[in-house]
């Protein structure tokens, strides 16, 4: 898988409003009603990034998610984070 170029990413990014690219990654926040939900959404995303083998960096504070998408072995964004990124989109829009 390849690296997208930067002006690549920023064209994606427009059908990710929540998504920022920065730091060789592309970011998103979250936020849920309580720890519940949001920890509900992230076993959701667990089961989307084993099915398509692609890993975030995420963390969680209370009702917080914090995710992280760049494909290691290409140094920098690939379409499969975008694949991840839409696919944590339907989740989170399912929840909220």
């Known amino acids: 898988m390849s690296k997208l170029s930067e002006q690549d990413i920023e ?3 427009l059908r990710f409003p929540d998504w920022e690219y920065y730091e060789n990654a592309i970011h998103a ?3 849920f009603d309580n720890f519940r939900d949001c920890f509900s959404a992230m076993s959701r995303i667990a089961f989307e990034c084993e099915a398509l083998n692609h890993h975030p960096e995420w963390t969680n504070i209370y009702n ?3 995710i992280s998408l760049s ?3 290409a140094d920098g964004v690939t379409n499969k984070d975008f694949q991840l990124a839409e696919a944590i989109e339907m ?3 399912v929840q909220e």
């Open 11 to 13: 064209k994606k990014l």
């Open 29 to 31: 926040e979250f936020e």
């Open 64 to 66: 917080i998610l914090s």
């Open 71 to 73: 494909t290691h072995d």
């Open 91 to 93: 989740i989170v829009e």
